[in-house]
Structure formats: C-alpha cells, structure tokens
C-alpha cells in the first residue's frame, strides 16, 4: 500500500529545504553513514516502525532526508506496537528477509536475540567507526538497552522515561499551600518527592478544589498500570525474585503496599480513572483537570503546546496549561525507564549493510537531535548532546527545565524487567491489574500473580531464568542503589 | 375492554421495541458522532452528545493519507471471496443434496472444517505463502478466506437445495433440460433467497476477519480491521480516526444487509436450520 504519499512528499519537501544536512561539531558518523551508503544507490530497504504517529518519523523526515542524501529508498512498514515482536518473529521463522531494519523495545531484545532474530551489529559499528559516537548516549541507555550477552543488537534510540508533570500554578496555590500547612504542620513539597507527600498533596487539592482540579491522575488501565507498578514497587524496595531460589517474590508487602495504595488514591483521582490510558490522561491534564500526572516525555512537549499546530498532532487536545507545568523526577526519584525502542538489524535480512547503514545514520548525534525535536514524533532526548542542545532549549520557554528533567531520569531512571520471555511474566501483572479494578484483595491477587510467574519460570527451567534474571539484576539500574 | 387491553399490549410491544432498538443502536450513533468530533470535545467530560460543528476533516484525513484504501482492499477481498465460495460451494451443496457425493461423512467433515480456529493453522499458512509468493498478496488472502468459507456455503446451500421439491427438477429432465440447465433455471430462482443470506453471512465474515489478515498482510493490501489496530499506538489513540475508519467499513455491510434484507429473513428460516 502506498501510503501518505500526500504528506510525505510535503513534508518531506518542507524537512529537507528546512534541515539540509544540520552542521554540527559530532558529524562523523551521520557522513561516514551517508558516503558508504551511496554505493548501495537505487536499492531499497525496509524498516519496521511502530504504526501510528511513531511512524512520521521516516515517513515524513527521516526516510526522505536518507534517499535523498544516499539515493536509498526506505519502505516504512508499519505493524501497531502489540504486534511488533510477533511479526518480527514470524518473518525470521520464516526467513523471508522482507524485514531490513528494525525497532525493537529493548527488553524483548534477549528473547529475540536468543531466537536469532537480530544481527550482531558490533562488526558494523567498527567497520563503519561509530563506536566512539556511540560513547554519547546517555548510559542508562548505552549501557543498558544495547547489547545482550556483551555483543550490540540494538542501538539505543529513545529515552523514554517517566517524568513526574505538575502544574506550578495549583502547587503554588497560597490557599493550598496554608491548608496543607495546617493539616500536615509543613510546607507543602513543589514537587513532592516521596509517594507519601504526593497522596498528601494530590488527595489535599481535591479536597480544596472540589475535583476542579482533581490532585492527580495517572493512565491505570493494565497495559500502562504493568509500567508503573514496576517501577513503584522497586521504589518500595521490592524485588522480583528471589535470586537464588528464583521463586517469584511480588506478593511481597512491597508489592501489596504498592496496589493498596493505588486503591486509596483512586478514591480522590477522578472518576473512572481505572481505565483510563495515555491519550485520556493527556486528555485530563491537558485541560487543566488534573494538577499532577505521570507520562513519558511527550506529554512535556505537548503541554507546552510545541508543535502542536501541526496537523499530524490535531488529535491532541488544546492545551489551556502551557506556561504552568513543572517537570520532575516521579516520587522515589526512580523513574521507569518505559519501553523505549532501540534500532536493530534483522539476521534475515538480504541488505545488512545499508539497513545498518540507515540505523546508523539515523541513530547518530547529529540526525537523532534533529529527530527527537520533531513535534510529531515520539523519539525523546536520549544523548549528551540532545540534553545539551541550545536549539533544543529554545523551543518552548520551559524547555532546558525539561530537559533537566529528562536528563536526571536518565541518570535515576529504573529499567523494565527484562529476562527470558518478559512479555508472559508482565501478562500475569496486567491481569493483576485488572483484578485490582474489579476489586479483589491485593494479596490474593499478587499471591496468585506469584504462583502464575513461579509456573512460567519452571515451564522455561529455573536454571536458565536464573543466569538471564541475574544479567539483568546485575546492571546498575535494574534496582535502586 | 379487551380493546384497552389489546392497545394497552401494542403500547408495550412498541416501548420494548423502541428500547431494544436504542440499545442496540446507540454504539454505532456513539462511533458516528465521535467521527465527527474535535479532540477536546471526545474527551469532554461529561461527554458531549452533539459535535458543535461536524468534522468533516476526520474523514478527509484518511483519504489524504491513503487510509481509505484499505477498505478498497477489504471491499476486493471480501467481493471476490465470497463469489467464488458461492460458486463453489452452491456447486458442491448440489452434488452432496442430489448425488449423495461422499455420503453423511462428508458433510460431517466438510463442517468440522470450519470448526479449525484460525490461530492454529495460521503460521503453517504464513510458511506456504512465502514459498509461494503469495504473503501480501490479493491472491493470498482471497484463495484463504474462499477455502475457510467453503465449508459454511456448502452447508448452508445443502439445506437450502434439499428444500426443493426433487419432482421438479425430475420434470425438468423429463422436459429435456440438462443438469446445468436444471440447475440454473430450477435450482438458481428457488434457492435465490437462502444463496443472497449465505452470500451475506459469507461477504461479513471475510469483510470483518482479522488473525489472517494481520499475519499475512504487510503492508500492500492492509485490510480495514488490521488499519483500525494501526490508531492504538503506545503514546497515541487516534480516536476520531479510529471512528471514522470504523463507519467507512461499517457503511458497505449496512449497504448489503440493507439491499438484500428481504432475503435474509427467508433465508434465514430455511435450509439447513429447518428442523
């Protein structure tokens, strides 16, 4: 199917024109891309890519710059998120090699590699020098969601975090600020850094406002919710298992504190916020219905109203509070390193060179600055220089405190769990979740959850989980040190 | 008396009608009027039941961006399956009703065919479609869904025939009519009825399936239920579009239930449900 042909060729036209070949100090390994690819002119490569807004990127920006800089056409596939790692399987299974280049989320990368899904990348990284380059990635990323079993397969491209988002102008309330006093004996915390400061804080501005705005909501429903019990559960100090026995250990009072509590704020966040996911929370604080969320990155961009003109982001609701959100670490100061993605090579791919050649050049400090400006795309900062960047601070009057705020998540920041078919554990939590909603007890449910994770460990062998739960329990930010 | 009591009955018989009616309509209204939304006013709360102005631009857009084309492909997909799952199913439903062709075992395995789920001979599909070139292909999914079809057309057809009297197409033969003949001028207009409600149920379950479509589809005949999936993104829920893509595939089902719903009912109510 020949898809966005109108928008990719205006927008193509437009990003070209704008952005030429940006000149920066740190080029070489976007040139080095570009002069070894032009041999591979007139071919074309294909490169999976998240559906939806994810996708502009190459469709709109990226994709034309490289055919028009190297004569190489990118065929953007685009498959939705849930289905990424099974299609990207299915085609390797099959060897059909109609996969060149890849996005892949950076915790499937151990069961993918392990399949034989991904290409070793570190003969190309020295072949086309971008080993130094790659040194700049902020290193919760480099050192974390690139290499399994000490090889790269995957070249970090998204900083993904959560950030903490509040709006200044309730938290700074007087009116708030004395009833807090009164009821609590301190000054309210702007932001709060504890969970215990932030349910005193959200519940607080719901009582005082009447729920105009409520204090907070958050995206609960199970998907999102697997993201944030992660990460709370770890700032409560729990663990996942136990190292040695590798019995399941989220039943823990870690774990049943983490959803009891979210019970309890339920009750002063709006209504119905169970099911509520990204776009519905945006939605709210957006609007100015709720005073603090949190969110990956894009929600900082679009309440700053940055870019939000554009059509591409027309389904976004106006935002009424740009001017007035301040961004910070989430309580506990551990934000969960989400998702993310990182580019790849596919093992059965015909055209390895020019498909890392693309990576490459699209992954480098030069081109993956320009890309994660992008209003419309959901690459978010995730190297030295993107944190550093006086273009990128100049964007929206909050911007370089945004990008503090990003900066210090990718120091903090706590990684998603990542072992050996990650994706069945993290099903049994999402069904936890939806029990929760449904209003059973939180120890039965995480006690059940247990039993369910210590079956799928067993079906995989309790040996083999343990040596890739320890790889993963061994980097620095798998739990808070 | 038993006037009041009979109005007072038609008066119920119409409030219950009434509200089952709205029950059941009220999600296609919801998925219209979203349709037709701005982004502020889909996630008003509480929710607003009348756009101010109607958005016209949600539909453009996925003509604009080549969205559309997906329900083109359904539409060729499901059409040209469904025409040759009739053809060779009425076909096959004739010889089984008429000929006895492989007996009761037959029928009974020709069902039990249509009892395979999907997911289980999916990849096993995928596998042959890559050596025969057809993964992404109008033909791929085309030949799929008229062999998954089969099975419910010759069962359908096989009731509908067996419900015409055997004397006249006897005295057809008799007249000098051919098999063919028999069939197209005895056979065709009797069963007419039972072959447009199959020919629906056939057009609807190749127009809506997904599993095989999402597996063996990339990216050039994308059908419309795989591009809806394409809204839901991780950071991204394109509401609006997601409705208006959903009222494009739902507009040719009510186009074709709305055209041949005379038959449907007959249709319906005989054949193979006929006690």
């Keep these: 199917m020949d898809r966005r042909r109108f928008l990719v060729s205006a927008s193509a036209l437009a990003g070209v024109s704008a952005f030429g070949l940006p000149r920066i100090a740190n080029a070489e390994a976007a040139k080095t891309a570009v002069e070894a690819a032009k041999q591979y002119a007139g071919t074309e490569i294909s490169i999976v890519w998240e559906a939806g807004l994810q996708s502009l990127d190459p469709l709109n920006f990226s994709g034309p710059l490289w055919e028009k800089e190297?004569?190489?056409?990118?065929?953007?596939?685009?498959?939705?998120?849930?289905?990424?790692?099974?299609?990207?399987?299915?085609?390797?299974?099959?060897?059909?090699?109609?996969?060149?280049?890849?996005?892949?989320?950076?915790?499937?990368?151990?069961?993918?590699v392990r399949a034989g899904a991904l290409e070793d990348l570190d003969p190309y990284v020295d072949k086309y020098g971008y080993r130094e380059e790659l040194k700049t990635i902020a290193p919760v990323y480099r050192d974390n969601q690139m290499m399994v079993d000490g090889k790269i397969y995957g070249l970090p491209d998204d900083g993904d975090v959560f950030v903490l988002y509040y709006r200044k102008d309730i938290l700074g309330d007087p009116k708030i600020q004395a009833a807090y006093k009164e009821k609590y004996g301190t000054d309210l915390p702007?932001?709060?850094?504890?969970?215990?400061?932030?349910?005193?804080?959200?519940?607080?501005?719901?009582?005082?406002?009447?729920?105009?705005?409520?204090?907070?909501?958050?995206f609960r429903e199970s998907a999102y919710g697997n993201f944030m019990f992660q990460e709370r559960f770890r700032a409560e100090g729990g663990r996942f298992f136990d190292e040695e026995t590798m019995k399941a250990t989220i039943n823990s009072p870690a774990g049943v504190k983490v959803l009891t509590d979210w019970v309890a704020e339920n009750k002063w966040m709006p209504p119905g916020v169970e099911t509520w996911g990204f776009v519905e929370n945006l939605a709210a604080f957006l609007q100015g219905d709720t005073a603090m969320t949190i969110s990956w990155?894009?929600?900082?961009?679009?309440?700053?109203?940055?870019?939000?003109?554009?059509?591409?982001?027309?389904?976004?609701?106006?935002?009424?509070?740009?001017?007035?959100?301040?961004?910070?670490?989430?309580?506990?100061?551990?934000?969960?390193?989400?998702?993310?993605?990182?580019?790849?090579?596919?093992?059965?791919?015909?055209?390895?060179?020019?498909?890392?050649?693309?990576?490459?050049?699209?992954?480098?400090?030069?081109?993956?600055?320009?890309?994660?400006?992008?209003?419309?795309?959901?690459?978010?900062?995730?190297?030295?220089?993107?944190?550093?960047?006086?273009?990128?601070?100049?964007?929206?009057?909050?911007?370089?405190?945004?990008?503090?705020?990003?900066?210090?998540?990718a120091v903090s920041g706590?990684?998603?769990?990542?072992?050996?078919?990650?994706?069945?554990?993290?099903?049994?939590?999402?069904?936890?979740?939806?029990?929760?909603?449904?209003?059973?007890?939180?120890?039965?449910?995480?006690?059940?959850?247990?039993?369910?994770?210590?079956?799928?460990?067993?079906?995989?062998?309790?040996?083999?989980?343990?040596?890739?739960?320890?790889?993963?329990?061994?980097?620095?930010?798998?739990?808070?040190? | 008396m038993i006037r009041a009591d009979r109005g007072g009955g038609l008066a119920l018989r119409y409030v219950v009608a009434t509200a089952v009616t709205v029950v059941f309509l009220f999600p296609i209204y919801w998925l219209a009027i979203i349709s037709f939304k701005t982004p502020d006013e889909i996630f008003a709360y509480p929710p607003v039941w009348w756009p101010e102005s109607i958005q016209w631009a949600n539909y453009a857009v996925l003509f604009m961006d080549g969205d559309a084309v997906t329900v083109w492909n359904s539409l060729v997909i499901a059409?040209?399956?469904?025409?040759?799952?009739?053809?060779?199913?009425?076909?096959?439903?004739?010889?089984?009703?008429?000929?006895?062709?492989?007996?009761?075992?037959?029928?009974?395995?020709?069902?039990?065919?249509?009892?395979?789920?999907?997911?289980?001979?999916?990849?096993?599909?995928?596998?042959?479609?890559?050596?025969?070139?057809?993964?992404?292909?109008?033909?791929?999914?085309?030949?799929?869904?008229?062999?998954?079809?089969?099975?419910?057309?010759?069962?359908?057809?096989?009731?509908?025939?067996?419900?015409?009297?055997?004397?006249?197409?006897?005295?057809?033969?008799?007249?000098?009519?051919?098999?063919?003949?028999?069939?197209?001028?005895?056979?065709?207009?009797?069963?007419?009825?039972?072959?447009?409600?199959?020919?629906?149920?056939?057009?609807?379950?190749?127009?809506?399936?997904?599993?095989?479509?999402?597996?063996?589809?990339?990216?050039?005949?994308?059908?419309?239920?795989?591009?809806?999936?394409?809204?839901?993104?991780?950071?991204s829920n394109f509401w609006a579009k997601i409705?208006?893509?959903?009222?494009?595939?739902?507009?040719?089902?009510?186009?074709?239930?709305?055209?041949?719903?005379r038959f449907l009912v007959r249709g319906i109510s005989l054949g193979a449900v006929k006690g």
């Design chain 1, 70 to 112: 190297t004569g190489i056409k990118v065929k953007v596939i685009e498959v939705p998120v849930a289905e990424m790692f099974t299609k990207i399987l299915q085609e390797h299974r099959a060897g059909t090699g109609a996969y060149d280049a890849l996005n892949v989320i950076p915790s499937w990368m151990p069961d993918l």
């Design chain 2, 79 to 235: 059409s040209v399956s469904t025409v040759c799952a009739m053809i060779l199913g009425t076909m096959c439903a004739y010889s089984i009703a008429r000929f006895r062709t492989g007996g009761n075992l037959f029928s009974d395995w020709v069902l039990s065919n249509r009892m395979i789920p999907p997911i289980v001979i999916v990849f096993p599909v995928f596998l042959l479609y890559v050596r025969l070139g057809w993964v992404d292909t109008y033909v791929g999914l085309i030949v799929l869904y008229t062999a998954f079809n089969l099975p419910y057309v010759i069962w359908m057809m096989r009731g509908y025939i067996q419900d015409i009297p055997l004397e006249l197409e006897e005295s057809a033969l008799v007249d000098g009519c051919t098999r063919w003949q028999v069939f197209r001028k005895v056979v065709w207009p009797m069963a007419r009825g039972g072959l447009f409600a199959t020919a629906v149920f056939t057009f609807v379950f190749a127009w809506n399936e997904f599993i095989f479509a999402l597996v063996l589809t990339r990216s050039n005949v994308t059908t419309f239920p795989v591009q809806v999936t394409h809204y839901f993104g991780g950071q």
């Design chain 1, 190 to 218: 702007v932001p709060p850094k504890t969970w215990q400061e932030f349910d005193q804080v959200g519940s607080l501005i719901t009582e005082v406002t009447g729920g105009k705005p409520y204090g907070a909501a958050f």
């Design chain 2, 243 to 261: 409705a208006a893509m959903s009222m494009l595939g739902t507009i040719p089902i009510f186009i074709a239930v709305a055209l041949l719903q």
């Design chain 1, 297 to 409: 990155p894009p929600y900082g961009r679009w309440a700053a109203g940055y870019g939000t003109d554009e059509q591409a982001l027309s389904w976004v609701p106006k935002s009424q509070i740009a001017g007035k959100v301040g961004y910070a670490l989430t309580p506990g100061g551990h934000p969960q390193l989400a998702a993310g993605f990182a580019l790849a090579v596919s093992s059965s791919s015909r055209k390895k060179d020019p498909a890392y050649l693309f990576i490459q050049w699209l992954n480098s400090a030069e081109i993956s600055l320009e890309r994660v400006k992008l209003p419309y795309a959901l690459r978010d900062p995730f190297r030295e220089n993107h944190f550093a960047s006086e273009d990128y601070k100049k964007l929206w009057p909050d911007a370089a405190e945004y990008l503090a705020a990003l900066e210090a998540g």
């Design chain 1, 414 to 481: 706590l990684l998603d769990l990542s072992v050996i078919q990650t994706d069945r554990y993290e099903e049994g939590l999402r069904q936890a979740i939806s029990r929760l909603w449904a209003g059973e007890d939180p120890q039965k449910i995480l006690d059940d959850t247990a039993a369910a994770w210590d079956q799928i460990t067993e079906r995989i062998g309790v040996d083999k989980q343990r040596e890739a739960y320890k790889a993963w329990a061994s980097k620095p930010n798998a739990y808070p040190s």
